[in-house]
């Protein structure tokens, strides 16, 4: 089992960037493929991005809506996900979640907030 807790939203003006980070905790993490996921107000809870196991070499998959403007790694060594953020919209407002893949226990979340 791989317990997760995510930080780094905040408030941000439209066009800018954030650093979201995922800390777990647990065994086996380096083989477990993990993502990013968001869920916006009165919406369902949707994929944002995908990274492969270490074995993999890292291979990164991105929903449509944020193809070109997001990055996600992680750091095996350390146990963690980032999820690098540019030319952040008002549509990209959602609380956002790190997990396995397919996911297992949800955290709390980090909340992003993109003002117009």
């Known amino acids: 089992q791989v317990q997760l807790v995510e930080s780094g939203g905040d408030l941000v003006q439209a066009g800018g960037s954030l650093r979201l980070s995922c800390a777990a905790s647990?065994?086996?993490?380096?083989?477990?493929?993990m993502g990013w996921y968001r869920q916006a107000p009165g919406k369902q809870r949707e994929l944002v991005a995908l990274i492969g196991s270490a074995g993999t070499a890292g291979t990164t998959n991105y929903a449509d809506f944020v193809q070109g403007r997001f990055t996600i790694s992680r750091d095996n060594a350390k146990k963690m996900v980032y999820l690098q953020m540019n030319s952040l919209k008002p549509e990209d407002t959602a609380v956002y979640y790190c997990n396995t893949d397919p996911p297992t226990v949800w955290g709390q979340g980090t909340q992003v907030t993109v003002s117009s």
């Open positions: 647990g065994t086996f993490f380096s083989i477990r493929r």
